[in-house]
C-alpha cells in the first residue's frame, strides 16, 4: 500500500478528512521551502503537494503563475525540487508528497530517469497537469513500477466515459477540479460539486479530493462535508506572495491559515 | 528515413499524432471541449452547405484565388532560377492568416459558440479574427503580450477599430507563446460559449490538421496556378516558418510530389551561435507545450526560453508538429536566416518588384535568393509571400534609426 493510500485509510480510521496544502517549491526562495513544508504538516496538513516551476503554467491562474515566476528567478529546475522532498524526507517519513506540474521538465530528464531518481528522493504521487490518461500509458507504466502514484484530475467537463476511464488508471486520489477555470477562480458552486462527487464515488473506490477555487476555513469545512481529500492552492500561495520580501514570516502565516482550516474541518460531523 | 508511400491524407492519427508528434497535451477540463470540436469539424468539412460557404468567402470576402506572380527583374538580377511569389499578401487583412480564421469562425458559428477568443503575436493574426469575427457579429477578444502590444501598437488599433477588445498579457516573457497560454486559460473558463481560434498549426488536436487544411488552400491553388502560367510545377517550394501555418498551407497539396524540393526558413534572429533566435527545428530539441508534442526552444531543465526575431510572427519557442516530423522524415529542409539577411531581402524585393512584403516572408525570400543561385535559369522556386510589410514600417524604420 503505498503512502497516500495508508495516510487516506488511516483518516478514514479516524472519521476525518485529509487537507493537502499547496506550495511552490522555491517560492519566494528557494532555501525555506523544506521548512515550509514542516510548518504545514505541523499546522494539520495531511498530504502534501509540492509545486515543480514551469515557464508556461498554462492551468493556472496568476498567483500561482507568479509563483513560478518567483522560483524561475532562482532557477528551481525538477533536480532541485527532489533534492528538496528528500531533505524533507530526513525529518517526516510518513506525510506523503505528491508532486504537481508540467510535462515538459519530466520530458527532458527522461521518463525513466525521472521516475528512479523521484522514488529515491522519497515522492509518493505525482500530478502532471498536461497529460490526459490518453497520452500517458507509457508514464503510467514507468510510475507504476516504482509504486509511484499517478494521480488524475476530473473536470467539470468530463464526461462519464471520461470520468470512468480517469478512475481507472488514477492512483492514491482522484482529484475533482471544481471549478471550469484556472486555479485560484473563484465561483465554487457546492451544489455541482456534490452531484459530480456522486458520479466520480459511483465508479470508483479510490478517496476523491476537491481543489481549485477553497479560499478560506468555511469553504474547506464545507467541501470536506462532500470530499475525502481538500486541496487548498492559491489561498496559501498569495499569502508566500504577499510575504515574498519577509520570508521569515511566510511559516507562521501559513501556519495560522492550516490550522483554521484543519480547526473548521475538524468541527464538521 | 525515405518515404515510399503517399504522405497526403495519412496523418495524423485519431488523436492527432504525426509519428512522435502532436498529440493532446493538455489540462482535463479542455478534452471534452476539443473532442466537441474535433467531431464538428469532421462533420462540417464533409457538409455541403458549409464547404459552399467557406468558398463563397474565400473567393468573395478574402479575394482569392491570389494570383503568382514572375519576379523576372529580381530572378534575372541573382542569375539562377526563376523566383515567382504565391501572393497571400493581397489577401484581405494583408497575409495568408485570414483564410483559416474565415474557417474556423464559421465553424465557431455552426457551432453555435457567439464569442471567439484569439491570441497573436504581431498582430496579424488577431486582425484576421477581428476582422471575420465583425462580419458575423461575435464577440471577440484577443490576447497579445504586452511587449508585443508595444511593438505592433497599429495593429492594436485596428482590432479595437474593428470592434475586438485587446487584453494585454503581461506574463512570462509577454509575448506570443505567454499571449496562447492566456488564451487556453480564458476557454478552459467559458467553454461554454468560447470558441478559441488558433492562429497557426500548432496546439493540440485537431487545431494543427485543421488549420493545416484551412491553409492547404494556398498549395492546392498553386497546383492548378503553376503549370498553366508556368509550364510545369515548381522545382523547390520556399516558406518561413514561426508556428508554421502558411508554410504548411503551401507544401502540404505538394508533399506526394517527389520531384518538388521543399525548404521551411526559421528565424535565425542575431545568428543561430548566439542563441538568439526563433528556430526551433534547426536549434532546438522536441519537447511539450502548449498542448502538442513538437521541438521547441527550452533550456536544459526544460523551461521553455524567450525568442529573438526581428519578426513578431516568427518569435515563437514551438512549431507545429507537422513540420517535426516533415523534418525527420526528411521530407522537407528546415533552415535559417538572420534578421540582416531578411531585411536585406526585404529591402531588394521592394526596390526591384515594387512589392512590399512582411519581415516574416522576407525569410522565406532571403532564402529562395541563394537557393536560387544555386539552380539553373529554367528551374522554378515557388516563395509563399505570406504577408505583405505595411505593418512592419516603424519596425524598418527604426532599425534604420529613422522615426516615423
Redesign the interface.
Known amino acids: 500500500m503505498s503512502l497516500i493510500s495508508r495516510r487516506f485509510a488511516q483518516l478514514k480510521a479516524r472519521g476525518k478528512k485529509a487537507l493537502i496544502p499547496f506550495i511552490t517549491a522555491g517560492d519566494p526562495i528557494p532555501e525555506i521551502t523544506v521548512d515550509l513544508m514542516h510548518d504545514l504538516v505541523s499546522a494539520g496538513a495531511d498530504l502534501i503537494e509540492l509545486g515543480v516551476?514551469?515557464?508556461?503554467?498554462?492551468?493556472?491562474?496568476?498567483v500561482i503563475?507568479?509563483a513560478s515566476?518567483r522560483a524561475?528567478e532562482y532557477?528551481v529546475?525538477?533536480?532541485d525540487v527532489l533534492e528538496m522532498v528528500s531533505l524533507f524526507r530526513q525529518l517526516d517519513a510518513e506525510t506523503p508528497v505528491i508532486l504537481m506540474g508540467?510535462?515538459?521538465?519530466?520530458?527532458?530528464?527522461g521518463y525513466e530517469h525521472f521516475a528512479d531518481q523521484a522514488a529515491n528522493a522519497g515522492v509518493d504521487g505525482l500530478l502532471i497537469?498536461?497529460?490526459?490518461p490518453?497520452?500517458g500509458e507509457e508514464l503510467q507504466r514507468i510510475f507504476k513500477a516504482k509504486s509511484i502514484d499517478q494521480v488524475?484530475?476530473?473536470?467539470?467537463?468530463?464526461?462519464p466515459d471520461?470520468i470512468q476511464r480517469?478512475c481507472d488508471v488514477s492512483g492514491g486520489f482522484v482529484y475533482y477540479?471544481s471549478v471550469?477555470?484556472?486555479t485560484g477562480?473563484s465561483h465554487l458552486d457546492l451544489k455541482s460539486v456534490e452531484h459530480k462527487l456522486a458520479e466520480i464515488r459511483s465508479r470508483t473506490d479510490l478517496p476523491v479530493g476537491v481543489g481549485f477555487g477553497i479560499k478560506d476555513a468555511q469553504t474547506a469545512a464545507a467541501v470536506s462535508r462532500l470530499a475525502d481529500a481538500v486541496v487548498v492552492g492559491s489561498a496559501l500561495v498569495s499569502r508566500v506572495e504577499a510575504l515574498a520580501d519577509e520570508p521569515e514570516k511566510i511559516g507562521a502565516s501559513l501556519r495560522e491559515v492550516i490550522s483554521s482550516m484543519r480547526q473548521a474541518m475538524d468541527k464538521v460531523d | 528515413m525515405a518515404i515510399t508511400e503517399n504522405i497526403i491524407g495519412a496523418l495524423p492519427d485519431e488523436r492527432g499524432h504525426f509519428g512522435p508528434y502532436g498529440g493532446l497535451f493538455v489540462p482535463e477540463a479542455l478534452m471534452e471541449p476539443l473532442e466537441e470540436l474535433r467531431v464538428a469539424y469532421k462533420h462540417y468539412m464533409g457538409d455541403e452547405n458549409f464547404l459552399r460557404e467557406l468558398d463563397e468567402d474565400l473567393a468573395n470576402y478574402v479575394g482569392r484565388p491570389s494570383p503568382i506572380y514572375h519576379a523576372r527583374r529580381w530572378s534575372e538580377q541573382l542569375g539562377g532560377a526563376q523566383i515567382y511569389l504565391k501572393r497571400e499578401d493581397l489577401n484581405h487583412t494583408g497575409a495568408h492568416k485570414v483564410n483559416n480564421t474565415v474557417g474556423q469562425a464559421l465553424l465557431a458559428r455552426h457551432m453555435g459558440k457567439r464569442r471567439i477568443i484569439a491570441e497573436t503575436g504581431a498582430g496579424q493574426h488577431g486582425v484576421a479574427s477581428a476582422t471575420v469575427a465583425a462580419r458575423l457579429g461575435l464577440e471577440c477578444v484577443v490576447y497579445m503580450g504586452a511587449v508585443d502590444i508595444v511593438r505592433q501598437e497599429a495593429n492594436v488599433y485596428r482590432m479595437r477599430l474593428l470592434g475586438a477588445e485587446v487584453r494585454a498579457v503581461e506574463s512570462g516573457s509577454k509575448t506570443l507563446k505567454d499571449a496562447l497560454n492566456e488564451a487556453m486559460r480564458d476557454w478552459v473558463t467559458n467553454v461554454d460559449n468560447t470558441f478559441y481560434i488558433i492562429g497557426t498549426v500548432a496546439g493540440p488536436h485537431p487545431y494543427p490538421a485543421m488549420v493545416r487544411d484551412f491553409q492547404s488552400i494556398i498549395g492546392r491553388e498553386a497546383r492548378t496556378q503553376m503549370p498553366h502560367q508556368a509550364g510545369h510545377q515548381p522545382d523547390a517550394l520556399v516558406a518561413c516558418v514561426g508556428g508554421g501555418s502558411n508554410a504548411i498551407g503551401l507544401f502540404y497539396p505538394y508533399l506526394d510530389d517527389q520531384g518538388v524540393a521543399i525548404y521551411g526558413v526559421e528565424a535565425a534572429g542575431n545568428g543561430l551561435e548566439t542563441g538568439q533566435h526563433a528556430a526551433p527545428l534547426c536549434a532546438g530539441k522536441p519537447g511539450v507545450l502548449h498542448g502538442n508534442r513538437t521541438y521547441l526552444m527550452e533550456d536544459a531543465d526544460g523551461q521553455i526560453i524567450e525568442t529573438h526575431s526581428i519578426s513578431a510572427g516568427l518569435d515563437y519557442p514551438g512549431v507545429g508538429p507537422e513540420h517535426a516530423w516533415l523534418k525527420d522524415s526528411g521530407r522537407a529542409n528546415y533552415v535559417a536566416v538572420t534578421d540582416d539577411q531578411a531585411l536585406a531581402a526585404f529591402h531588394d524585393l521592394t526596390r526591384i518588384e515594387g512589392i512590399i512584403p512582411a519581415l516574416e516572408s522576407s525569410h522565406a525570400l532571403a532564402y529562395a535568393s541563394q537557393l536560387a543561385t544555386t539552380m539553373r535559369p529554367d528551374q522554378i522556386i515557388l516563395v509563399n509571400l505570406s504577408g505583405r510589410g505595411d505593418k512592419d514600417m516603424h519596425t524598418v524604420a527604426a532599425r534604420e534609426g529613422i522615426r516615423l
Open positions: 516551476p514551469f515557464s508556461d503554467p498554462m492551468a493556472d491562474g496568476p503563475q507568479r515566476e524561475l532557477h529546475s525538477l533536480r508540467y510535462l515538459n521538465p519530466i520530458e527532458v530528464m497537469v498536461d497529460i490526459p490518453e497520452e488524475f484530475l476530473v473536470a467539470p467537463t468530463s464526461t471520461r480517469i477540479v471550469k477555470g484556472v477562480a
